[in-house]
């Protein structure tokens, strides 16, 4: 059955950093693409970061040099270190496979950037 479970979100402040985690279960990570979404209120779910299993990575542009995304396939789980935050990052974020029909999504994890 396949499960995803977003952690690490919170309150930060401006210039401040957390690590987001995402433990995948059901999926496989060397079959897919890994990626971090996130959804700001009002907007719609907006493409974050990607991962290959070759350890291959691409980011929007709102986040490059800021974000980085990692996985741990002995644990199936997905990270994404967040620094240098803005107040335009709160969001809630989500994790899921980068394909036109992705897995079920999680609850997301809430990350608000405020002073």
Request: aromatic letters at 10%; one cysteine or more.
């Amino acid at each position: 059955q396949v499960q995803l479970v977003e952690s690490g979100g919170g309150l930060v402040q401006p210039g401040g950093s957390l690590r987001l985690s995402c433990a995948a279960s059901g999926i496989s990570f060397s079959d897919n693409v890994m990626a971090w979404y996130r959804q700001a209120p009002g907007k719609q779910r907006e493409w974050v970061a990607a991962i290959t299993w070759a350890g291959d990575t691409n980011y929007a542009e709102s986040v490059e040099g800021r974000f980085t995304i990692s996985t741990d396939s002995a644990t199936n789980t997905v990270y994404l270190q967040m620094d240098t935050l803005k107040p335009s990052d709160t969001a809630v974020y989500y994790c899921n496979t980068a394909t036109p029909t992705p897995a079920p999504w999680g609850q997301g994890t809430q990350v608000t950037v405020s002073s």
